[in-house]
C-alpha cells in the first residue's frame, strides 16, 4: 500500500528564519509525482510546490523549495524567510502515476505557527 | 474561469437526516475526487468519478454514502441517516482528462463543504 508519512505534527518558527517539514512516503511505483499543499485557516487547499520522481534536480518556486532524494523515498518542504502568511496545514502528497487513473494519497500534515 | 465550486459551505444536519454536498469541477475537467477531512487529520480519499462512471469508491464507506457524476449537473456526495461521526470537512477536486495532464498535473480544490452533525 501506498503511504506518506509526516512525523512532525507541529511546528514553531519565528518570523523570517528558514523551516523544514520533513515527508517520507512507500510505494514500489518508479514514476510518480510528489506535492505539497498548503491548508491555511480558511480551509482551502493550495498547491505549494510539486516534484517529478523521474527528475533529479529538486524543484523550486519561490522560498520554497525541496529535498527530494528518492532512494530514501524522502521529500521534505523547506520554507526561506518565513512570513507570517505562511502559517497553516502543510500536507505532503503523492500520485503514484498521472498517465493511469490514480488518486492522490496525503499525509496527516504538519501545522506550521510563523511567530511574529 | 472558475475554480471548483463546492456548496454548501456549511451544512448542519440532524442525526438520521440526510446531506447532500455539490461540487462542480473547473471547465474542462472531468474528473472529480471526494475526500473527507476530520478534525486535525490529513484528507482521505473516498470517491473518484468521472462523467457517469464510478472509477475508485475503495475509501467510501458501505453503507449510507454514495456519490454520482452525472452527464449534466454537479457531482453530488450523498450521506444518508447521517450520525455525529460524519461530521467533517469534504473535499472535492477536480483534474483534467489523464492525457492532458502533462506536468503540470495537481488537482484543483474547492473550498469544501463543512458537515455538522448535530
Known amino acids: 500500500a501506498q503511504t506518506v508519512t509526516q512525523s512532525q505534527p507541529e511546528m514553531s518558527v519565528q518570523e523570517a528564519e528558514t523551516v523544514t517539514l520533513s515527508c517520507t512516503y512507500d510505494?514500489?511505483?518508479?514514476?510518480?509525482?510528489l506535492f505539497w499543499y498548503k491548508q491555511p485557516p480558511s480551509r482551502q487547499m493550495i498547491l505549494v510546490i510539486r516534484?517529478?520522481?523521474?527528475?533529479?534536480q529538486n524543484a523550486t518556486e519561490n522560498r520554497f523549495s525541496v529535498n527530494f532524494q528518492k532512494a530514501a523515498k524522502s521529500f521534505s518542504l523547506k520554507i526561506s524567510d518565513s512570513q507570517l502568511g505562511d502559517t497553516a496545514m502543510y500536507f505532503c502528497a503523492f500520485i503514484v502515476q498521472v498517465n493511469r487513473d490514480d488518486k492522490i494519497i496525503f499525509g496527516k500534515g504538519t501545522r506550521l505557527h510563523i511567530l511574529p | 474561469n472558475a475554480g471548483v465550486m463546492q456548496n454548501p459551505r456549511h451544512l448542519v444536519r440532524r442525526r438520521g437526516q440526510e446531506a447532500r454536498l455539490r461540487c462542480s469541477p473547473m471547465k474542462g475537467h472531468s474528473h472529480v475526487y471526494w475526500y473527507r477531512q476530520l478534525p486535525e487529520e490529513g484528507l482521505k480519499f473516498m470517491v473518484y468519478l468521472q462523467k457517469e462512471n464510478i472509477i475508485d469508491e475503495s475509501g467510501m464507506p458501505k453503507e449510507r454514502f454514495s456519490a454520482e457524476f452525472p452527464k449534466e449537473g454537479p457531482s453530488i456526495l450523498r450521506i444518508q441517516q447521517v450520525v455525529r461521526g460524519d461530521s467533517a470537512a469534504y473535499f472535492c477536486a477536480s483534474s483534467p482528462p489523464v492525457i492532458y495532464r502533462g506536468r503540470t498535473y495537481g488537482y484543483t480544490f474547492g473550498s469544501g463543504t463543512r458537515l455538522t452533525v448535530v
Open positions: 510505494t514500489s511505483e518508479n514514476n510518480y509525482y
Open positions: 516534484q517529478e520522481a523521474y527528475k533529479q
